[in-house]
Every structure is written in structure tokens, then in C-alpha cells.
């Protein structure tokens, strides 16, 4: 198991709390659209980077009530990792609301808290490989309290207000979402992203598209660690037109780089390399409002 701190996390570490200096330019507000497709009303929230340090006006202290954080100190008390992916997309936001109660959402901090803040997901045999590979790397030799530095996150959506999941034997018709048909929405929100100190990439993104015949939601983590693995965790959401729920579908798809036989440069498109990964595990379920499941 590799647990390592590198130079840009243990700035990210020691770096003071201070406050925005009142003559720095004001970063744009978030840009908020919504759309409704039958009983759902989509809610797309895009926003900037968050910084690596306090971004209040006021310093948040020990003190300061949750509500009251900024959103760098509300990620330093809220989520048990050393160190922060180095983009975080805290204000970022899909959510699908249902009208007659319930919803799922998709943020950034939902989706690291998902991660294992005590153990690497990586392998320790292809951990070794890695760290052997980069012996005269400066970060890779310092060593902190043992957390998955991949942030492999296995988030599926973040249910309130009613909305309830139920076993299912129903799959999404993904040779149906082949078809060509007109896109009335679309819309990508990224979570987070760190290149793993230019030695991989790990990445967070959710995508949505609504057609004539239904909407569809991507929500997928995509890891490559050079050398050693790619792993992708996709969870897809499907509500056909005039449906009342959501088909949801999760699955972990991976392998070690020396066992792909494909071009090294499939290795850097997730969209292309998830095809050649095995699936490893699998969820499928069914999101319902709790006022029409009880009737089903």
C-alpha cells in the first residue's frame, strides 16, 4: 500500500488561512439552469475552482458554525482526508427533482465523502510497481497516515426527500439511447480532478442529456494511475418519457495496465477504455417517489 504526501499537498497543508483582500476581482456568480422534462425538474449549477486556503472575508475559526463556513474549511472539517483533490468544483450541482417530492443529487462534497480516508484502493502489489517506477520523485517518498490518494469515489447520487431506492430486475435499453434523436438538454458538471502529480489522473464528472424519449445522467469516476491501473465506476440514470422513477445503474470496471491490450493512448479516454475494462461488480435499483411506490 502506497500512502504518500507530495510537495503540492503539504503546501496545500501549511498553507494560513487569510482573507480575500477586498481590492481582488470578484469571481463571477454561479451560473444556475434549469429544465423540466415531464415530472423532473433538472437543476444545473456550474461554478469555479475552490481555492486551496479560507476564502472568507472573515477567517472561519474552530468556532464558526457549519453554515457559517466557507467552502475550503467546510471540506477541511467535514471530509477525514490529508489532502483535496487539486480542483474541487464545490458549488457545482446537478439535481433532479421530482414533483411530487424527492430528489437525487450530484456535488463535489458528497462525492468525496465516498472516499476511504484510511486505506488506498490501489493494490498493494501495483502500488509497489508504481512507487519503484518513481524512486527519484520527490512526493512519492514522503509518507502520511494511510487514505485512498486515488480518491476512488463509488457515489451514486445523493437521495432526500422521499425519494427511495427499490430492487429491480429492469436494465436501461442503452441500444435505445444509440438512436439519433434531438437533445432538448445537456449539460456537464465536473466534480473534481487531480492529475496525482503528473502521474495519472483521477476525475469526477456527471453528464446529462434529456431527448424526446427520456433523460439520461452519467455519473462516472475515472482513474488512471501510469503503469498500473485504470479503474472507472459508472453510475447511469434513466427515466423514460412519462415514467415516474429512475433506472439506476452502477458498476466498477477495471484492470492493471500490463493485462489491457490496447494502444497506451486508449488509457487516457475514459470514453473509449471503458469498453475494454471487466466489470468487477455491478448495483442496479430503482428510484422512486415513496407516494407511487407503495402502489406498484
Request: charged content about 25%; hydrophobic content about 35%.
Amino acid at each position: 500500500m502506497v500512502t504518500h504526501l507530495s510537495s503540492r499537498q503539504l503546501q496545500f497543508k501549511m498553507s494560513q488561512p487569510t482573507p480575500a483582500s477586498p481590492t481582488e476581482p470578484k469571481l463571477p456568480p454561479p451560473r444556475v439552469e434549469e429544465f423540466q422534462f415531464d415530472a423532473w425538474t433538472l437543476r444545473v449549477v456550474k461554478s469555479h475552482i475552490m481555492g486551496s486556503q479560507c476564502e472568507a472575508t472573515t477567517p472561519c475559526t474552530p468556532q464558526t458554525q457549519n453554515d457559517d463556513l466557507c467552502n475550503f474549511c467546510r471540506y477541511e472539517r467535514e471530509l477525514e482526508l490529508p489532502s483535496l483533490p487539486d480542483m474541487v468544483f464545490a458549488n457545482n450541482l446537478l439535481e433532479l427533482q421530482h414533483r411530487g417530492g424527492g430528489a437525487i443529487a450530484f456535488t463535489a462534497l458528497d462525492a468525496l465523502r465516498c472516499v476511504n480516508p484510511r486505506e488506498s484502493t490501489v493494490q498493494v502489489a501495483h502500488a509497489k510497481v508504481w512507487r519503484e517506477a518513481r524512486a527519484d520523485c520527490e512526493g512519492v517518498q514522503k509518507v502520511v497516515e494511510p487514505y485512498d490518494w486515488t480518491y476512488t469515489t463509488n457515489f451514486r447520487g445523493r437521495l432526500s426527500g422521499g425519494l427511495v431506492a427499490k430492487e429491480t430486475t429492469e436494465r436501461i435499453d442503452l441500444d435505445r439511447l444509440k438512436k439519433q434523436e434531438e437533445i432538448k438538454f445537456y449539460g456537464e458538471i465536473f466534480l473534481f480532478e487531480d492529475e496525482l502529480d503528473d502521474n495519472g489522473c483521477t476525475r469526477c464528472v456527471v453528464k446529462v442529456r434529456v431527448m424526446p424519449s427520456g433523460l439520461f445522467v452519467v455519473l462516472r469516476h475515472y482513474l488512471r494511475v501510469d503503469q498500473v491501473i485504470v479503474r472507472i465506476n459508472d453510475t447511469r440514470l434513466y427515466s423514460p418519457a412519462g415514467a415516474d422513477y429512475i433506472l439506476r445503474e452502477s458498476s466498477t470496471r477495471e484492470a492493471p495496465i500490463d493485462k489491457l491490450r490496447v494502444p497506451s493512448s486508449i488509457y487516457s479516454n475514459p470514453d473509449v477504455v471503458w469498453q475494454h475494462l471487466p466489470v468487477v461488480e455491478e448495483k442496479v435499483d430503482k428510484l422512486c417517489p415513496s407516494s407511487t411506490s407503495a402502489g406498484e
